[in-house]
Each structure stands twice: as structure tokens, then as C-alpha cells.
């Protein structure tokens, strides 16, 4: 009867021992890849910042090829100026710049002061 006992215990230590060591591995297994999901997150922070960043650079392009367009239509227009201022004539040269002007300023939604 001891003997069965005996054979029983050892099973049952066994089995209690098995899970305990399988249960610290899975632990061990967690700790190791924390910081791996902490990392994640850190990336995930930083490709929101970089997609941000990207869409700021876009609108600053855009404002930037507007402003462009504007210098063109104001040389544009100073041009015709000195033109006129020169030589007198050029007032077609004139009337179209001030028209270019115009369509900018209006297109841009700026009221020109007549």
C-alpha cells in the first residue's frame, strides 16, 4: 500500500513540478518579449510622427509653388511698369498685367482696393 502511495506522490510531484517549470518558461517568454512590444509602440509613436511631418512638408510645398506664381505675376507686372515707364507705351502690356494681377489676386481671394 506504501508503495502505491509512494508511486503516486512522485507522479503527482512530478506533474506539479512539470507545470510549475513549463509556467515559468511561458513567464521567462513574456519578460523577454516586453520589451519588444515596448519597442513597438515606440515605432508606432515615431511613423505617426514621420506621417505628420510628410504632410506638413506637402502643404508647405503647395504654399510654396503658390508663392511662386505670385512673384511671377508681380514681375510680370513690374515689368510692364518699367516698360511703360520708358518708353511711354506698353499700355497693352500694361492692361494685361493688371489683369494677371487681378485673376491672382482674386483667385487667391484677395479684393483689390478700386
Known sequence: MWKTID??????????????FILMIIMWVDKAKT????QNARITVI???????????GKDNNRLIELEKGN???????????SHAIDG????????????LQTYLTHKGVTSIE
Request: include cysteine; aromatic fraction near 4%; proline fraction near 2%.
Open 47 to 57: 511613423e505617426d510622427e514621420i506621417k505628420d511631418i510628410y504632410e506638413k512638408i
Open 72 to 82: 511671377v505675376v508681380t514681375q510680370e507686372a513690374i515689368l510692364a511698369l518699367l
Open 35 to 38: 520589451p519588444e512590444k515596448n
Open 89 to 100: 507705351n506698353n499700355t497693352d502690356g500694361l492692361k494685361k498685367a493688371k489683369d494677371n
Open 7 to 20: 508511486i503516486t506522490t512522485t507522479i503527482l510531484t512530478f506533474c506539479l513540478l512539470l507545470s510549475n
